[in-house]
């Protein structure tokens, strides 16, 4: 009596390669909305509001006249004016503001990786030799080259300024 063994069992399952598919789609859209466009959208959103509310309220006391659809015309045409005026500026706006928030978490990872470094360097003698012999070398290298320590500092990365005054 014949039999045949079939061994196509497939390499990967669907369920996991779905899946993987959606994390991957996830990690493509969260990068799409991190470039600021979506911040620009919403400031442009609230100033076109803030501007339609400024001319309904204008608009209001002619269109009680009888004139309701030259008012809903000429509010309509402010709405498009708006958004075409101000999409650049808030293009602008909106990469500057991502710009110094991204400064300002850099900065405090810093500052927060300084004060990890100097809480453990109290803790751990070797840290703080490490420390003041990187004290000793900048005022060495900065005696070399005549300029200032704040001048160096800044022209080289260096941990926060009062991280060296042990």
């Keep these: 009596m014949p039999s045949f063994v079939h061994l196509d069992y497939p390499a990967s399952h669907p369920g ?5 598919s959606a994390m991957s789609a996830a990690g493509q859209f969260g990068k799409k909305l991190d470039n600021g466009k979506g911040l620009a959208g919403v400031l442009l959103a609230a100033m076109a509001a803030s501007l339609l509310v400024v001319a309904d309220q204008l608009i209001e006391t002619w269109a009680d006249d009888g ?5 809903w015309v000429l509010l309509w045409l402010v709405a498009f004016a708006a958004l075409a005026f101000l999409a650049p500026t808030t293009r602008q706006i909106s990469s500057w503001i991502l710009r110094a928030l991204n400064a300002w978490s850099s900065r405090m ?3 927060r990786a300084d004060e990890r470094l100097w809480a453990m360097a109290k803790q751990d003698p070797r840290i703080m030799a490490d420390l003041r012999s990187a004290q000793a070398r900048t005022e060495n290298e900065e005696a070399q080259s005549g300029l200032p320590l704040a001048l160096t500092a800044s022209l080289v990365h260096q941990p926060a300024r009062w991280l060296w005054h042990v």
């Design 109 to 111: 990872a810093s500052l």
């Design 67 to 71: 004139h309701m659809m030259a008012a």
């Design 16 to 20: 996991v390669e779905r899946f993987e």
